[in-house]
């Protein structure tokens, strides 16, 4: 298995402009994470997902943020509108099982100007 | 306030030193997690601990699990030049978190050659 896999590594847009990261996870994973990691705060759950289903979304920042996972293969995280402060790095990971071993994708790094 | 404080922030040693990270909570786990993030990389497991006072060994790192379940360490032999990296540890079975996966905000070690 290609592991976890990110797109785009890199992103660079002004401010205001929609940002859609996208994660493709292990097949057979149930779980999906986003995290944000900045210098500031460290590593942050933002969202996870079961089976598809968003469990727990109490760690998105704002409204502007959003993520939805269509099927088990595929899940996008939006910024809508993007704001300087929003420039971090996003992972996503995948694991079998919740608490078990989290499968980190190499991120995407943001940056708004 | 980190729910994980981590000690110490940066560690910037020669290679062939000894060294330890650290991990305290004032809250149990039940499971300990830790990870190394090489730049530009997402965090990759180590090992996990589970019981209290559990020691495990992988090659030149040893991790220990405090008795109560509230704290752990990292302690690498002989450090190498391969061994730096952010170092992060990640809880299991906070309560007042939903019982996911909490992460400190990690160690930066650099081992000179």
């Known amino acids: 298995d290609a592991g976890v896999i990110q797109s785009p590594r890199h992103e660079v847009t002004e401010m205001g402009q929609e940002v859609t990261l996208r994660c493709k996870p292990i097949?057979?994973?149930?779980?999906l994470f986003w995290y944000r990691q900045t210098m500031m705060r460290g590593l942050e759950l933002l969202i996870y997902?079961?089976?598809?289903?968003?469990?727990?979304d109490s760690g998105m920042p704002e409204d502007r943020f959003s993520a939805k996972m269509p099927n088990a293969s595929f899940s996008t995280l939006k910024i809508q509108p993007s704001e300087p402060r929003d420039s971090a790095v996003y992972f996503c990971?995948?694991?079998?099982?919740?608490?078990?071993?989290?499968?980190f994708g190499q991120g995407t790094r943001l940056t708004v100007v | 306030t980190q729910l994980l404080e981590q000690s110490p922030q940066f560690l910037s040693i020669q290679e062939g030193e000894n060294l330890t990270v650290y991990c305290n909570s004032s809250?149990?786990?039940?499971?300990l997690q830790w990870y190394r993030q090489e730049p530009g990389e997402g965090p990759v497991l180590l090992v996990t601990?589970?019981?209290?006072?559990e020691v495990k060994k992988l090659k030149r790192l040893t991790f220990q699990f405090g008795d109560a379940r509230k704290d752990s360490s990292l302690h690498i032999t002989a450090a190498q030049p391969g061994d730096t990296g952010l170092y992060l540890c990640?809880?299991?079975?906070?309560?007042?978190?939903?019982?996911?996966?909490?992460f400190g905000a990690g160690t930066i070690l650099r081992v000179k050659s």
């Open positions: 990971a995948s694991s079998p099982a919740r608490n078990a071993e989290a499968f």
């Open positions: 097949s057979g994973h149930d779980y």
């Open positions: 997902f079961n089976n598809n289903v968003p469990i727990d």
């Open positions: 809250s149990v786990f039940s499971s």
């Open positions: 601990v589970v019981t209290g006072g």
């Open positions: 990640a809880g299991v079975g906070f309560v007042e978190y939903g019982n996911k996966l909490v």
